[in-house]
């Protein structure tokens, strides 16, 4: 490194020396990331424990009746045969507030099962009922 100490005809130097300065603020640099806390990279989360389902396949809010090509009726989706269906639906209209009952038959079932669905909700004296899935009967 060359230093000068001024300039030859003896005028005083006018330029700042920054080096000190540079060098005061490496060392703050260093110290303030000596001193950061170690950053840990662990997020918490409160995990859902493992319970067993509930009894109580009813929904109180809402429950789907389908019946796929097969004739398999299914309630909420899980298979089931007609004497649950009953057992289901009286299961519902004992809660304080009836849920809404859907029914979505696919396109190909027999009418015959439909009928005997249809049968089994209205003896079980359901009063609300939807049925889904209508827009597969609509001829493009």
Do not use: C
């Amino acid at each position: 490194m060359a230093m000068s100490g001024g300039r030859d005809d003896g005028e005083p130097m006018m330029e700042m020396n920054t080096t000190p300065l540079i060098d005061v603020m490496l060392v703050l640099l260093i110290m303030f990331i000596i001193t950061i806390p170690i950053q840990t990279h662990a997020v918490k989360i409160d995990l859902p424990q493992n319970t067993p389902p509930t009894d109580n396949p009813v929904d109180p809010v809402k429950n789907k009746v389908a019946i796929d090509a097969a004739g398999t009726i299914t309630w909420n989706g899980a298979p089931i045969d007609k004497l649950t269906l009953r057992q289901y639906l009286r299961a519902s209209m004992a809660l304080p507030v009836e849920p809404e009952l859907q029914f979505q038959p696919d396109r190909q079932t027999r009418f015959v099962t439909v009928d005997e669905v249809l049968a089994i909700i209205k003896a079980s004296k359901v009063t609300k009922l939807g049925f889904i899935g209508n827009e597969q009967y609509y001829n493009f």
